[in-house]
């Protein structure tokens, strides 16, 4: 094909064609800048990106979607199965008592090209951090749910907290491809992922949410109903005697086992008899008689020594326990002592 154009059209047609590469090139590095990121995150994104979990309005109730990420346990069987597949390790990691992490799973790990996407480049495992908490905090970002990427050979290369779908491959992808293009890269990403969760570490431990009126003890924050031992062992320590009463009375009728030991969390929100998820700002929200209508929040009874131990410890401590408070502290020092325990507890 022969061009007719002049010399001052073709010279215009390439300072055009120049000045469009420029701008393409400029906005491709503000988003791989952004990815970058995002990527190395140590913490909560920003509400415009996640979507804003937990700070929208939230609606009363919610149906929840099944999962369709298939989830191996984080282990060394994992890792060799990343290295011999030549992928990187998806690591889920969070409590059970987590409500973004159930989000996170109803939404994101719920997402039909996600969890493909997933299946076809990622080996994708999940860990519970109150059963592992050597993994929270080798690898926690601090938030929950923690989702990070992890070389075959164990370590970190990003880390990143409550990823919405339209964020997870954009994220993943950018690491991967980095990696494809130059393999080296990933003694970059492992030295700065290592630099942000030390960042983490060196944090101090936020101070649990407010206190529920109706039967004592504390939320875990403003938006996670959830309560954990360890936050109602701050409040009994705390030497503010109104509130350690109210929180012993809460774990004495909702957490304290038969025999001794105290639950580990109990959920900030209740599945109704119809399937919907009745969400802590509601159920919450009601007295007593209220709340027992719609249900009971789901109780994780599973033993953990540290926090069972730190429990025992301040009631025995509290001028606020009562001597049926105090009895069942000794038992569960007991129960430690004599019995072999469960897989559960030992960490």
């Known amino acids: 094909m022969i061009d007719d154009r002049t010399d001052a059209e073709k010279a215009r047609s390439k300072r055009v064609h120049a000045m469009v590469m420029i701008i393409l090139g400029a906005i491709m590095s503000l988003c791989a800048l952004a990815a970058g990121l ?120 990003a880390g990143a907290a409550r990823l919405t779908p339209r964020l997870l491959m954009p994220w993943a992808g950018l690491i991967l491809e980095t990696l494809k293009a130059d393999a080296s890269k990933a003694d970059g990403f492992a030295a700065d992922a ?23 003890g504390v939320y875990r924050s403003p938006s996670e109903y959830a309560k954990t031992l360890a936050d109602q062992t701050f409040v009994v320590l705390s030497g503010d005697v109104l509130r350690a009463k109210a929180a012993l009375r809460f774990v004495e009728h909702f957490m304290s086992l038969p025999g001794g030991g105290y639950a580990s969390s109990v959920s900030g929100e209740v599945r109704l008899a119809d399937g919907r998820i009745e969400e802590g700002a509601s159920y919450f929200a009601k007295d ?37 408070q105090k009895a ?19 960490r």
């Open 194 to 216: 290592r630099r942000r969760v030390e960042a983490v570490r060196r944090r101090p431990e936020p101070a649990p949410g407010p206190d529920d009126a109706v039967w004592g």
């Open 38 to 157: 995002i990527a190395m995150s140590p913490g909560v994104f920003p509400s415009w990106m996640t979507g804003g979990w937990g700070r929208r309005e939230t609606p009363a109730y919610r149906i929840s979607s099944k999962t369709l990420v298939v989830f191996a346990d984080f282990n060394s069987n994992a890792l060799s199965r990343a290295r011999v597949q030549h992928k990187l390790v998806l690591l889920h990691l969070a409590p059970f008592w987590s409500r973004e992490a159930r989000l996170m799973e109803e939404t994101t790990y719920a997402d039909s090209k996600t969890a493909a996407w997933i299946a076809a480049h990622l080996v994708a495992t999940r860990a519970d951090v109150d059963e592992r908490p050597d993994l929270a905090s080798l690898y926690g970002v601090g938030a929950w749910p923690t989702t990070v990427l992890i070389h075959p050979d164990g370590r970190a290369l």
């Open 288 to 324: 007593d008689a209220g709340r027992r209508a719609s249900g009971l929040p789901v109780v994780d009874r599973r033993l953990f020594l540290g926090p069972n131990a730190d429990m025992a410890r301040a009631v025995l401590l509290s001028k606020a326990a009562t001597s049926a």
């Open 328 to 346: 069942h502290a000794r038992r569960t020092l007991d129960l430690f002592r004599k019995q072999p325990l469960p897989e559960t507890v030992k």
